[in-house]
């Protein structure tokens, strides 16, 4: 048997035990709570209403052109799991977009974050994927921490639905309850990392725009194809622990240097001492 074919740990990952979460909640329910502990993600319903939607789509726009423009100038429009036939994935939108750095912010996330992860929380990373229609790839099964490996592991995904996501238009699909052995075994493909996932045995999570899957960084995950005609969105914000680390693999496999993970402009607190705080301005 392969490395994919069961969940088996990364290399790096030796000794990780998955701490569940004891209250009290402030902004989640005890059953949300127990879901993410459980399962390893969960559903918050409308926390934005259609127009904070369209403001948040709109604000992505420019990022998502750009993106587009670097894409067409790549062999066959694809880098990794980005591609002008699959997925625009546009990064680091904080940097041009005074909204967005407000979203990153806002009381539910930060909320969400205080009771999952608290105290001192960071932004770690956000981007929108804009899933194309017809799309020619799937995103393949990963974890969050299987692209860089983030030390403490467990970092939280809030990922935004922008349109109502579906499992025709490629909806998150999470391996429940995976997410307890902590990071998995990754490839590295042509279209993005790969660990191990089932879509037999995993849970389908369709959503309607302005709900905001919640999951961990540890959670396998997979989008299916856009079989649709038209383009599926979201906003994808990141929170890892103040003081986390990145790692990538140095020329042995063993861990590269430590990367801090506090740059100013994109990677700012949204949680200090437990107090929700503003993004800084730019
Ligand atoms: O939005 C998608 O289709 C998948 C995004 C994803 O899995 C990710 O950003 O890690």
Request: aromatic share 8%.
């Amino acid at each position: 048997m392969g490395e994919l074919d069961r969940p088996v740990p990364h290399p790096w990952n030796r000794s990780f035990t998955w701490q569940d979460h004891a209250g009290p909640f402030r902004t989640i329910t005890e059953d949300q709570a127990a879901a993410f502990d459980r399962d390893g993600f969960f559903v918050l319903e409308q926390v934005f209403d259609a127009d904070e939607v369209a403001a948040i789509r709109a604000a992505i726009a420019p990022g998502d052109a750009k993106v587009r423009e670097l894409l067409a100038m790549v062999p066959d429009g694809r880098i990794s799991v980005a591609g002008l036939d699959t997925q625009i994935v546009a990064p680091h939108l904080v940097c041009i977009d005074d909204h967005l750095r407000e979203v990153c912010a806002h009381p539910t996330l930060v909320g969400v974050c205080a009771d999952l992860m608290g105290p001192d929380v960071r932004l770690y990373w956000e981007q929108a994927v804009n899933k194309q229609p017809d799309s020619a790839a799937p995103v393949l099964w990963h974890q969050d921490n299987g692209y860089t490996y983030v030390e403490p592991q467990d970092y939280l995904t809030c990922w935004i639905a922008l349109t109502d996501a579906t499992p025709d238009n490629g909806c998150i699909e999470v391996m429940a309850g995976a997410h307890r052995q902590g990071t998995l075994a990754h490839r590295d493909t042509p279209i993005g990392f790969e660990c191990w996932g089932d879509h037999a045995t995993a849970v389908s999570v369709p959503v309607r725009a302005g709900d905001v899957v919640v999951f961990s960084s540890l959670s396998p995950h997979a989008t299916g194809v856009n079989t649709t005609d038209a383009v599926r969105e979201a906003y994808i914000v990141q929170y890892a622990h103040d003081g986390a680390i990145g790692r990538m693999p140095g020329a042995d496999g063993e861990p590269g240097d430590p990367i801090p993970l506090d740059e100013p402009t994109r990677q700012f607190p949204v949680l200090v001492n437990g107090v929700p705080v503003p993004p800084p301005p730019r």
